[in-house]
Structures are given as C-alpha cells and as structure tokens.
C-alpha cells in the first residue's frame, strides 16, 4: 500500500534514534510505498540517508525558510481571515474549547489552500485579535502584561508552526507520524481532504518535551504561554484524531490518555534492533570505563554525567569516561558548555569527547558499562543496542528506560548525579555482578526487542487502518518490568582518605543492581 510518513527533524535529513527507527521501518517494509512528508528547517537540508528503493517521494515542508513572495489578501480574503483568525485564538487561549479548535484549526486549513496564510497572520488584524484573545481568556494576563512586541512574536511562531496547513494535501491509503505536534499536521489535512486514518508513533512526549525546552526560551510569559497552549490543544487533538496510537513505552501511555486519547486505541510497540548488528562484545577495556553515546544535546543532560564524574574521579582516579557522538546544527554553545565544565572540574584527563563513531557498537565495546543521563526519553536505542552487545547499562528514570533495563542494570533518578556516580562505581568495581547483568541484558534485548517484531506490529497496524479498524484489533506488546526498590543516595568522599565512605561503596547494599521503580 501507499504509506504517507510525516517527521519534523529528523528522517531522511538528520541522524538520530527516531531517524533509525524510520530507516528500520521503510526498509522493512519493503511491500509498501512511502511517501515522506518532512518537516524541515530552511529547506536547504540535504537528504542525509540513502534511500530504499521503496521510498517513492519526500516533500520538505520548510518551516523557517523565507517563505515564497506573500500575497495580501483581498477585500473579501480579509474579511473572510477576520472572523477565522479570531475563532481560532480564541481556542487556543480556553483550553475547554477543545472540540472548537479541530474545527478552527480545519477553517485556516480551508483558507490557506486559497489565500496566503502567513501574510494573513501578519496583518494589524491577527495582533488585534490576539490582544482580544488574551484580554478574554487569560487571568494571569493582566499581571504579564501582554505588549504588542509580545503579539507580533506569539503570531510569528504561529505563522511557522502553521505553514503546513498550506500544503497540498498527500493522498495515501494510510499516514503515519512518527511524532506528535507539528509533524501531525499534514496527516490531519490529509485526513480532512481524503478521508486518510493515521497511527500516530510517539518516541517521547512531544508535549513534555516542549515544556521542558521553552523553560530556558528566551520569550516572554506571554508568548511563551501562547506557544504551549498552542501545541498542548494540538497534541490532545491528534490523540483524538489517530486511528491508533503507538506509543514506545508505557510511561507515554500516562501522558496520551490525559490529554484525550483513548484507551482501546493505544498499543505499545518498543522500538528493536537487529541482532546481526550487535553480536555480543569479546572482553572489556583495561581500564575502568563507562561509555556514553548519543546527540549533544541539552535533553541529553550530559553536565549531570560530567558532575558524576567528578564523584566518581575521588574513589576511583583512574576510571574514564568516554562520550561518543555528534553536535547537531545548533548545538556548539552546549558542546562549549560541557567541555568548560569538564575543564572547571579538573577532568580533562579522564573525560573524552570523541565525536561520532562509524560503528556506534564500537562506542559500546568501549566501555565495561554504558551509562544514559537524559532527562526525556522514548524507548532510547542506545540502551537496547547496548543490551544486545552484552553491556549491562546505568540509566535515568525517564520514559522507556525502566521499561527496557528491567532488572539487568540499574534505573537512577534523572538530574542526581551522586546517585548516578554510584551507581556507576558499583558496576565498575563489581566484576561478578557487572558481567552477570550484561548477559541478562543480552538475553531480554533478544527476547523482546528486535526489529522483527515491532516491523510485524506496525504491519498489522497498516493493514487494519486501510480495512477502518481500530486498535483493539492489535494485540499489545507490552514487556513485563520487574520491579525494584529505588536506588538510595549514596554519600560518596571529598577525598580518598575517607575510606569510611570508599568501604560502603563495595558493600552489597550500597546500591540495589535491579532496576529502580517510580
């Protein structure tokens, strides 16, 4: 069949997890036609992958390219604009205007398939109703203080995030956003123009995500809250929207039904990797090392890592951390970041930023154990691929994590690096316990998470949504977790000559090896 698949920022022009996943899914699929249809940066974004055979097309929807010569709308445009513009804020600002603003948002759809919507939404008529909107609907406005500086930049993101409101619709026999947010967009216009059902796949939360990302934004209050109200009523539209929804973890589960979705519809399927890419590693390193790998990233929280080590430096000097992985466009100032803390610490010589690696098993290989900080999380590759070499991992509690670790490695709360260096000490310093885990964690990851099943599920999922089924005709993945009692604080030395502290390291009951629950 033909598949439309919708991304924002990743698959085929930029590397990454979700970028994998889309890889595995297309060339698994070998059956189907897919039709990408990318959210993009510039539009100047060169396709990073090479393509199967199957792809038959990819759209890029540029999102902050200089958009093509604006038309003003006409006398009746405008009025026509006055009204929608007005509506469509409205629901935006009254979170209980859910079922409104499908409808709202379908009229800009209707009207920007005929007029130009970004000129539109820089009109004197867009800011005036936005002032309405936030004079009406918002109490804490009055305290912020809304400017007119702060409508001209609300309805400026609004313009970009709508951009694809303006693209012709793509008919296919099913949609499939690998994402929720932005990326849903096109599948809802095509939903709208052609009837299309679509599977919305989330990794993380869009939503959880954005919170956490426009706390450092440089915006006003105002803004700010227009922007998250914004995606916050459109993730709970998709929700309502898709067909099916398949989220990576049960954490995202949490997160879907909240906001609307609904329970029948919902089916887990973890992402997986192919065992014949991740054969089991042959030894480990001579010196203690734990291995990090994935993007430089804020999300990532690579400066907890780097503060752990600086714990971890004190017990054990001449253990290394190693960080595989690349900078994306965007990213220079956070690299800067790390390495002037790395430098602040004084652990120049026992941290290493290596960059990306040609064989990402090779970063596993590196290290006795593999270590996750991330604050946010799907169904992360770096910890199942780990797994499948054979390393047993010290991850953060955040999304999929638990859900993938189990009981071979150990789950730590996110943002603690105390707790994370002692775990990671403990792994290093425990050959029997390390070595036991790692083949523990070989044997789940080929138990439950290769590709095979999960290109088997979203199979199924297809062929259901093109017959009008739902999702109660998939049979759930679910992978039973078992659960620990979470890992307690460990009080670790300001010198090596506090070896009261350094004992209680080694002791069994410093910290629990089974993976920590909420």
């Given at each position: 069949?033909?598949?439309?698949?919708?991304?924002?920022g990743?698959y085929?022009?930029?590397?990454?997890?979700?970028?994998?996943w889309?890889?595995?899914?297309?060339?698994?699929?070998?059956?189907h036609?897919?039709?990408?249809?990318?959210?993009?940066?510039t539009?100047?974004?060169?396709?990073?992958?090479?393509?199967?055979?199957?792809?038959?097309?990819?759209?890029?929807?540029?999102?902050?390219?200089?958009?093509?010569?604006?038309?003003?709308?006409?006398?009746?445009?405008?009025?026509?604009?006055?009204?929608?513009?007005?509506?469509?804020?409205?629901?935006?600002?009254?979170?209980?205007?859910?079922?409104?603003?499908?409808?709202?948002?379908?009229?800009?759809?209707?009207?920007?398939?005929?007029e130009?919507?970004t000129?539109?939404?820089?009109?004197?008529?867009?800011?005036?109703a936005?002032?309405?909107?936030?004079?009406?609907?918002?109490?804490?406005?009055?305290?912020?203080?809304?400017?007119?500086?702060?409508?001209?930049?609300?309805?400026?993101?609004?313009?970009?995030?709508?951009?694809?409101?303006?693209?012709?619709?793509?008919?296919?026999?099913?949609?499939?956003?690998?994402?929720?947010?932005?990326?849903?967009?096109?599948?809802?216009?095509?939903?709208?123009?052609?009837?299309?059902?679509?599977?919305?796949?989330?990794?993380?939360?869009?939503?959880?995500?954005?919170?956490?990302?426009?706390?450092?934004?440089?915006?006003?209050?105002?803004?700010?809250?227009?922007?998250?109200?914004?995606?916050?009523?459109?993730?709970?539209?998709?929700?309502?929207?898709?067909g099916?929804?398949?989220?990576?973890?049960?954490?995202?589960?949490?997160?879907?039904?909240?906001?609307?979705?609904?329970?029948?519809?919902?089916?887990?399927?973890?992402?997986?990797?192919?065992?014949?890419?991740?054969?089991?590693?042959?030894?480990?390193?001579d010196?203690?090392?734990?291995?990090?790998?994935?993007?430089?990233?804020?999300?990532?929280?690579?400066?907890?890592?780097?503060?752990?080590?600086?714990?971890?430096?004190?017990?054990?000097?001449?253990?290394?951390?190693?960080?595989?992985?690349?900078?994306?466009?965007?990213g220079?100032?956070?690299?800067?970041?790390c390495?002037?803390?790395?430098e602040?610490?004084?652990?120049?010589?026992?941290?290493?930023?290596?960059?990306?690696?040609?064989?990402?098993?090779?970063?596993?290989?590196?290290g006795?154990?593999?270590v996750?900080?991330?604050?946010?999380?799907?169904?992360?590759?770096?910890?199942?691929?780990?797994?499948?070499?054979?390393?047993?991992?010290?991850?953060?509690?955040?999304?999929?994590?638990?859900?993938?670790i189990?009981?071979?490695?150990i789950?730590?709360?996110?943002?603690?690096?105390?707790?994370?260096?002692?775990?990671?000490?403990?792994?290093?310093?425990?050959?029997?316990?390390?070595?036991?885990?790692?083949?523990?964690?070989?044997?789940?990851?080929?138990?439950?998470?290769t590709?095979?099943?999960?290109?088997?599920?979203?199979n199924?999922?297809?062929?259901?949504?093109?017959?009008?089924?739902?999702?109660t005709?998939?049979?759930?993945?679910?992978?039973?977790?078992?659960?620990?009692?979470?890992?307690?604080?460990?009080?670790?030395?300001t010198?090596?000559?506090?070896?009261?502290?350094?004992?209680?390291?080694?002791?069994?009951?410093?910290?629990?090896p089974?993976g920590?629950?909420?």
């Open positions: 069949m033909d598949v439309a698949l919708m991304t924002e990743t085929p022009h930029s590397f990454g997890g979700v970028s994998v889309c890889d595995q899914l297309v060339r698994g699929m070998a059956g036609r897919f039709h990408v249809v990318a959210l993009t940066g539009g100047d974004e060169q396709v990073g992958w090479e393509l199967p055979a199957n792809v038959d097309s990819v759209t890029s929807i540029p999102l902050w390219g200089a958009p093509s010569a604006a038309r003003s709308p006409g006398r009746r445009a405008r009025k026509r604009f006055r009204q929608l513009i007005r509506d469509f804020l409205r629901t935006v600002v009254d979170s209980a205007e859910q079922a409104q603003f499908g409808e709202s948002l379908r009229a800009l759809h209707d009207y920007a398939q005929d130009d919507l000129a539109s939404l820089h009109h004197d008529d867009s800011v005036d936005l002032t309405d909107a936030w004079r009406d609907g918002w109490p804490d406005a009055e305290r912020h203080a809304p400017t007119v500086a702060d409508a001209l930049t609300g309805l400026q993101l609004l313009s970009h995030s709508l951009r694809p409101l303006a693209a012709p619709p793509l008919k296919a026999q099913v949609s499939h956003c690998v994402a929720n947010g932005l990326a849903v967009l096109p599948a809802l216009t095509a939903k709208w123009a052609h009837g299309t059902p679509f599977l919305l796949t989330e990794h993380g939360i869009y939503l959880r995500e954005r919170y956490l990302g426009y706390r450092v934004s440089p915006y006003r209050w105002p803004v700010k809250a227009l922007q998250l109200a914004f995606l916050r009523q459109l993730c709970s539209l998709a929700y309502r929207e898709a099916m929804i398949a989220p990576g973890n049960i954490y995202n589960k949490r997160w879907e039904e909240r906001l609307g979705a609904r329970h029948s519809i919902i089916r887990t399927v973890y992402n997986g990797v192919d065992p014949a890419d991740f054969p089991a590693v042959d030894g480990e390193p010196v203690p090392t734990v291995s990090w790998a994935g993007r430089i990233d804020p999300i990532k929280d690579i400066e907890t890592l780097i503060r752990s080590w600086g714990y971890v430096h004190r017990v054990m000097p001449q253990a290394r951390l190693r960080l595989f992985g690349g900078t994306p466009k965007g220079q100032a956070y690299l800067d970041r390495q002037a803390l790395v602040e610490l004084g652990l120049g010589a026992v941290i290493t930023f290596e960059g990306r690696v040609d064989e990402i098993r090779d970063a596993y290989a590196a006795h154990v593999v996750l900080s991330s604050i946010s999380e799907g169904f992360p590759y770096t910890v199942i691929e780990a797994m499948t070499c054979g390393r047993p991992c010290v991850g953060t509690d955040v999304g999929g994590v638990v859900e993938a189990g009981d071979t490695g789950v730590v709360p996110p943002r603690d690096p105390e707790v994370l260096a002692g775990a990671c000490v403990r792994l290093l310093r425990d050959d029997e316990l390390r070595i036991r885990l790692g083949l523990a964690a070989r044997k789940r990851a080929l138990e439950h998470f590709v095979g099943k999960a290109i088997g599920t979203f199924e999922m297809y062929e259901c949504l093109a017959m009008g089924l739902d999702g005709a998939v049979t759930d993945t679910v992978v039973t977790t078992p659960v620990a009692a979470p890992v307690q604080p460990l009080p670790l030395p010198s090596l000559a506090d070896t009261t502290v350094i004992d209680r390291l080694d002791s069994a009951d410093s910290v629990d089974v920590a629950s909420r």
